[in-house]
């Protein structure tokens, strides 16, 4: 069955950026939006972002200025790029499939997160 | 953006009680919401998609219902595993959105 893992760095100094992957095993990228979503200690979920697997992207307003989320397709990844960070995005990240499709007239119906990572905390402190 | 306000923060139940949580959102995003259950320390795990479509292997005392601004989750009869954070999530074709969640405890 797919399996997301995260991985990146735990601790992030102040204005730094943030750089995390997420490897998809058991399944392909292809096909698919790939989503990041954080939730700070203590707190509720937030999505960042997403990417499909050709290229398309929408991110969080609120985030859309710090953030680059990219694919791999040839190793099976989804990497997140958060820019000039600060204590506030202190979080557990987590990476997630959207189990949406399109159809034959090429409109994308979208649907839930089916699947998620086990997720990575990241601090921000110096 | 779509804004997603669930009801309430915090539920406190026994085992075998019905519950409900509701969940709004800001306009109206047709069916496309889910209900996630969420434990400490792990990822979140989906329980409902399309606002009332049940995912495999999740349990029938869940039930998911409502559609265009207004849902709705019932466990019909709690039992101890349900005790857990449950988040709503809207996800029509331009954005995605979380609601702050209800934590069902003792």
């Known amino acids: 069955q797919v399996q997301l893992q995260e991985s990146g760095p735990g601790l992030v100094k102040p204005s730094e950026t943030l750089s995390l992957t997420c490897s998809v095993s058991g399944g392909s990228i292809s096909g698919y939006y790939w989503s990041w979503i954080r939730q700070p200690p203590g707190k509720g979920l937030e999505w960042i972002g997403y990417?499909?697997?050709?290229?398309?992207?929408k991110y969080n307003p609120s985030l859309k200025s710090r953030v680059i989320i990219s694919i791999n397709t040839s190793k099976n990844q989804v990497s997140l790029k958060l820019s000039s960070v600060t204590a506030a995005d202190t979080a557990v990240y987590y990476c997630a499939r959207e189990m949406g499709y399109y159809d034959s007239s090429d409109y994308y119906d979208p649907d839930a997160f089916d699947i998620w990572g086990q997720g990575t905390m990241v601090s921000v402190s110096s | 953006d779509i804004q997603m306000t669930q009801s309430p923060s915090t539920l406190s139940a026994s085992v075998g009680d019905r519950v409900t949580i509701t969940c709004r959102a800001s306009e109206s995003i047709s069916s496309w919401l889910a209900w996630y259950q969420q434990k400490p320390g792990k990822a979140p795990k989906l329980l409902i998609s399309k606002a009332s479509s049940l995912e495999s292997g999740v349990p029938s005392r869940f039930r998911g219902s409502g559609s265009g601004t207004e849902f709705t989750l019932s466990i019909s009869s709690l039992q101890p595993d349900d005790f857990a954070t449950y988040y709503c999530q809207q996800y029509n074709p331009y954005s995605r959105t979380f609601g702050q969640g209800t934590k069902v405890e003792i």
């Open positions: 990417m499909y697997y050709s290229g398309r992207t």
